[in-house]
């Protein structure tokens, strides 16, 4: 399988938007893809903001981002307080945040929800990310759940053995308020992981998968 690479950046950090519906999101998403990132890519300035959370949740939220991110980057970590659950009514105040971070922002890589994930939170926060960044590099990342939407990513970050563990784990231990949920544990963050390694043939036998909509290639 023939790899893309990010091109470098000179002397400035490679910019990441991290986009989530919900406090757990980004780092189920894409936790794997930050710590990887984080080992190789050099300078790196992560924006990272979680779009609905109670109290309890947005510390969780918070500590969780601070641990994965460590002070190894440039971070501004932004927890706001949207109504779970009904982001299709809250779109006008949901899609000003969005031209607020628009008009600060010039990311090199978007890591957002999947285009066709069905929960209405994850949904909303996509398309408003694709009509908000046109030309961006957008990966959408997937989240399991209930709803059983899982399908066929087009876009694979290798992950080593230790990164997907030490993400599984990171994750259980971040959030004990959802340590309850049947899902909820590091089994099932390292089963889909596993599986996506397989699909495209990892090194080390983990993954996480990602839909790209649109890709340039600089040959």
Known sequence: MIGLTLPARGTGPLRVLCLGAHADDIEIGCGGTLLTLLGRAGRLAVQWIVFSATPERAGEAQ???NALLGNRCEQDVEICDFQDG?????????????ERVKQRSKPDLILTHAWNDSHQDHNTIATLTSNTFRDHLLLGYEVPKYDGDLGRPNAYVHLSEQVARQKAEAIYDAFPSQQHRRWFDPETFLALARLRGIECNAEEGYAEAFYATKMVMAL
Request: glycine content about 0%.
């Open 63 to 65: 500590r969780s981002a």
């Open 86 to 98: 009904i982001f299709p009514h809250q779109l006008p105040a949901i899609k000003a945040v969005f």
